[in-house]
């Protein structure tokens, strides 16, 4: 099944991230995320899951077990003869696992799948452990999967007949991911590089964020019970849908004039989505007693750190996270409206957000040196994010390989991809978790919220508050 060559390079230690992935992953909050698909037509299942054998080899990381190997570290160790879950079933019927949410790395490989089809219609649902990679990497995966679908449903007269050749997965970029640098312009001074990330670690540690709550009446986090609308310990009408994502889109035309917004004011969509998301979460905490509200709002923001010598195939983590916090007073209506996202975007330029992202990383690494360091801080009860937001840019450009009809849709053999959307996970004291794509030229905004925190209609209103935030957005362009 494997090449020897990517077979010779396992067992593979563990990166930073992985490690992370794994020390943060619990039963009530897995570190798992999830795409959803919607399809016009219905998948062959011969093909599909044929396609599906032929693509895993190029992804070894969502093949692969994490087993310790005598006293050593944990390491991916391949699994050759496990594959991933495939549930198929009619349009309609639930989505479950028998495990839980949770994928359990000892014992399961990091990819599961569901299929729902019927009426010229196919809803797919893929499952990833964060371990085994970032949600572009999924892309990635995901674009392999259709690609190599779409050449056994095609005639080779068809769209995806001259696709690119199947990928193959190299060894070297494998053994590459998690290394990774500051960025030149932020290297030519070490002592005043190492003296930003002393600042910016203290400001993060004495910056304490508020814990967004459902509402004014909300009980303390750390009393709500591991049952409370976690739909495990649910049955009948009331129980909640297995990975849960709230999502909601944008026409093309309120996406072209976001886009035009960023251009006009020399910052990216990407800020003004997180200038946005401040003041949402300020309005949402309005009504609650400000003594009880700590004053900083935080947003954590996944970064991207590959670069060319890290344009790998298979599917891998390429990314850390950077923290982008503000005062409540900031996030309040003001005079000048764009004074808040041009701080931002001083804030989240290219270099100091790949420099916060390694420094994060290299914190983690260096906290692995200290016995109880890592376990100390991850069980902590404190509040290190309000709220996480994610931004996936264009889903089409994230695809390994690919066909675009004449509509701007990905066209797999008989399929043509509708629709697609995902979320992060979500982790204890940060129970929201925001995710940003464009596909079919339409922004959409998803929210994945913590089940034992957020009823089904708390996260609702959550998102339609955000989205009612950048409509507002768009509408003061037009005027």
Known sequence: MFDPAVAAIFPLPLTTFEK?????????????????????????????ESALESVLPVHPLL??????????SPAWTLAERLRPTIDWGVLGAV?????????????ETG??????????????????????C?????????????????????????CLASAPTHPHCEPADLLRRGRFVVPKAANGNRIRTLWNGIVDGVRFLKRRPAMLLPNA????????????????????????????????????????????????????????????????????????????????????????????KHDRTSAANGVSYTFVTRHRDECAPS????????????????????????????????????P?????????????????????????????????????????????????????PVRPNTPAAFMAGTYDERLWVSLRADLRVFTADDASRLLSLYVDRIRQTVSADRH
């Not at 093949?63 to 050593?72: F, I, M, Q, S």
């Not at 989505?95 to 014992?107: H, M, N, Q, T, V």
């Not at 995966?141 to 005639?155: E, K, M, N, Q």
């Not at 709002?297 to 670069?307: D, F, Q, Y």
Request: with cysteine; aromatic share 8%.
């Open 134 to 158: 970032d949600a572009l990497g999924a892309l990635r995966f995901i674009g392999d999967l259709l690609a190599a679908y779409g050449r056994r449903a095609t005639s080779t007269d068809g």
């Open 63 to 72: 093949c692969a077990l994490v087993k310790r190997l005598g006293r050593g």
């Open 217 to 308: 009446a909300a009980p303390d986090l750390q009393s709500v019970p591991a049952t409370r609308n976690n739909p495990a310990s649910q049955e009948g009408p009331t129980a909640r849908p297995f990975l849960e994502i709230h999502r909601q889109a944008f026409d093309r035309p309120e996406t072209q004039r976001l886009r035009q917004l960023a251009k006009s004011l020399g910052v990216t969509v990407n800020d003004l989505l997180l200038r946005d998301m401040f003041q949402t979460l300020q309005q949402w905490d309005a009504g609650q007693a400000s003594k009880s509200l700590k004053p900083w709002l935080r947003i954590a923001v996944p970064v991207n750190l590959k670069n060319g």
């Open 111 to 132: 990819l599961r799948v569901w299929i729902r089809q019927g009426g010229g219609v196919a809803e797919v649902m893929l499952q990833f452990h964060h371990a085994c």
């Open 335 to 370: 005079p000048d409206p764009h004074a808040l996202v041009q701080g931002i975007h001083r804030e989240t330029d290219a270099v100091t957000r790949s420099r916060r992202a390694v420094m994060f990383l290299r914190g983690f690494r260096s906290m692995e040196c200290i």
């Open 20 to 48: 992370y992935m794994l020390w943060d992953d619990r039963d009530d909050c897995p570190m798992t995320f999830a795409f959803q698909l919607r399809l016009s037509g219905e998948i062959d299942r011969a093909d599909f």
């Open 95 to 107: 989505a479950k696992s028998p495990r839980g949410e949770r994928i359990d790395l000892r014992f």
């Open 372 to 424: 109880g360091a890592i376990r100390l801080y991850m069980r902590s009860s404190r509040c290190f994010a309000t709220v996480v937001l994610s931004n996936l840019g264009e889903i089409g450009r994230q695809f390994g390989t690919q066909c675009v009809s004449e509509a701007g849709k990905i066209v797999a053999g008989n399929l043509i991809l509708e629709d697609i959307f995902a979320a992060p």
